[in-house]
């Protein structure tokens, strides 16, 4: 059964903080995403990777940096937190033109 | 214009009818598509997708391609309260890194 986890369901942190949201899939597949979903705006590409140490700035990317070091695990950066950054942020991952998985998502709020 | 639109909702339907969501899009290049759902609180999951023009049926849920009027439909038979969600449409474009391409979802309700 395919498997997708993220570090935190819910994650309070305060203005100014380094966040560090990680995420781990089982799948072996070669991409992942990070989103943020808000009300309203739907789902929103921060960031995603296509391969180990690969990377690419997606429709949001400003405020947050990724790292990908190993090919199951993509770390999502939050340098700053900002109250602005207060989301559900999900994780997700796809191989080729299959299916793509999601995380049960994390719920950040910065205070 | 956004590259791809849904109607927010909520849309309510009887129990026992068909829910009808649509979606549109911008980008004559876009190859496939899906219909996710999502629960309130819950991450998104995959109920189908659609690559060719027509209809494709599973189970209860069907989906309609129409690349020339660009839209894709999802139609649910028999609604049940459980079918009450978010439902979340997406195209992948050709050359994209396989990254799809997000409606901002509409909120079915279901009436028992």
């Known amino acids: 059964d395919v498997k997708v986890t993220q570090s935190s369901r819910y994650l309070v942190k305060r203005t100014g903080e380094k966040v560090f949201l990680e995420c781990v899939q089982d799948?072996?597949?070669?991409?992942m995403f990070w989103y943020r979903q808000d009300p309203g705006l739907g789902l929103r590409l921060i960031y995603f990777?296509?391969?180990?140490?690969?990377?690419e700035k997606g429709d949001i990317p400003e405020g947050y940096s990724v790292s990908r070091e190993k090919k199951e695990r993509f770390s999502l950066i939050l340098e700053s937190a900002s109250t602005n950054q207060t989301s559900m942020y999900l994780c997700?991952?796809?191989?080729?033109?299959?299916?793509?998985?999601f995380g049960p998502g994390t719920r950040l709020t910065v205070l | 214009q956004k590259e791809v639109e849904q109607n927010s909702g909520p849309l309510s339907v009887p129990e026992g009818a068909i829910a009808s969501l649509n979606c549109t899009y911008s980008?004559?290049?876009?190859?496939?598509f899906f219909w996710y759902r999502q629960y309130s609180g819950k991450s998104p999951e995959l109920i189908m997708f659609i690559y060719s023009n027509g209809d494709k049926e599973d189970g209860r849920f069907t989906a309609q391609l129409n690349k020339a009027s660009q839209y894709v439909s999802l139609l649910i038979r028999d609604s049940q309260p459980s079918d009450s969600a978010t439902y979340l449409c997406a195209m992948e474009r050709r050359d994209s890194n396989y990254q799809l391409i997000w409606g901002a979802g509409t909120k079915l309700i279901i009436k028992p």
């Open positions: 799948m072996d597949h070669e991409n």
């Open positions: 980008d004559r290049g876009s190859q496939s």
């Open positions: 997700a991952s796809r191989q080729s033109t299959d299916t793509q998985y």
């Open positions: 990777s296509y391969d180990v140490k690969m990377k």
